[in-house]
Each structure stands twice: as C-alpha cells, then as structure tokens.
C-alpha cells in the first residue's frame, strides 16, 4: 500500500510516511565517450536559477520502456547521437533517505548521427578528454553527484576492459 500522497506534480509525488519523502520516476544517465576519447557533456540551465550546468544525457524512463531503451532515446534527443555499445554501469539511489527513485547509470560508446526532438532546454554542449574529468570536480565546474558517479562507474569500467 502507497503512503498518503500529500502533493503531485507530473514527475513527482510527494508522501507522507515516516517522515515526508519523494516518490518519483526512474531515470536514467550516461556517459558518452566519443571515438576520439571525449566525454559530450550537455549544458542545461539549473532549475533554480537558470544557470548552466554541465550535466551528461538524462532522463526518465517512459511506460513500457527498458532502461536501455531510455537512454538510448535520450542520446539522440539530447546529443543527436546514438550508441551501438550501451553498458550498463550500476544503479544509484541519490538522496536515498527522502527519494524513492533509481538512476540507471550507462556507459555509451560507438555513437552515430541519429536525432530525435525533446523537450528539454540544451544550452549546448562541450566535448571533453575524459582523462580531464576529475580537474572538472576538483575546479568546480563539475558538481552534480549522479554525474560524478556515472563518471567514476565509467572509468572502472573502461579501466577493466
């Protein structure tokens, strides 16, 4: 049984069990690395301000959609690109205490030109050495914690293949 709902918007829920906590969709996240050894980070405004923010493809996860499906269609609305190659790197649960939603966190390689329209606001996109993603942490431009994952979950990753 669901807890009391307390509010709804379309991507959320918000309930109230224990404490007040937010039901919300399942996602999922990627990192793009280009033939080339790039990262293609995307540029979004934050929802509080409207500032950019370095982000990598995201998004949720539709009815009837696999995770892999997701992100595959996130690729192409958001980068123009797909991938040929998708590994799945691990699942998080950010803010795990007061969110009940999963990221899927993915691994995308062998992209090709294919470009499907979102809904999302692209502010544009920035192609970075993937050998260069921790000097984006430790200067600051770099902050979101579901893409630090991501980013680390790819290097083990791609340091054991």
């Keep these: 049984m669901d807890d009391p709902l307390v509010s709804q918007l379309k991507w959320l829920k ?10 919300c969709s399942d996602g999922v996240m990627c990192v793009p690395i280009t033939d080339q050894g790039h990262v293609i980070f995307i540029t979004e405004p934050d929802a509080m301000k409207g500032d950019p923010v370095l982000f990598l493809p995201a998004g949720g996860i539709m009815d009837g959609e696999s995770p892999i499906e997701a992100i595959n269609r996130e690729l ?50 920035k192609h970075i050495p993937f050998t260069q993603f921790q000097e984006l942490i430790s200067s600051g431009e770099l902050s979101d914690a579901n893409v630090i994952s991501a980013l680390f979950l790819a290097w083990a990753a791609i340091e054991r293949m």
């Design 76 to 125: 192409q609305e958001e980068i123009g690109m797909k991938a040929n190659y998708i590994l799945p790197l691990g699942v998080i649960k950010p803010w795990s205490k007061y969110l009940n939603a999963s990221i899927y966190l993915f691994l995308a390689r062998d992209l090709m030109p294919s470009k499907l329209v979102g809904d999302e606001i692209i502010l544009g996109e």
């Design 14 to 23: 918000l309930r109230q069990g224990h404490d007040v906590y937010v039901d």
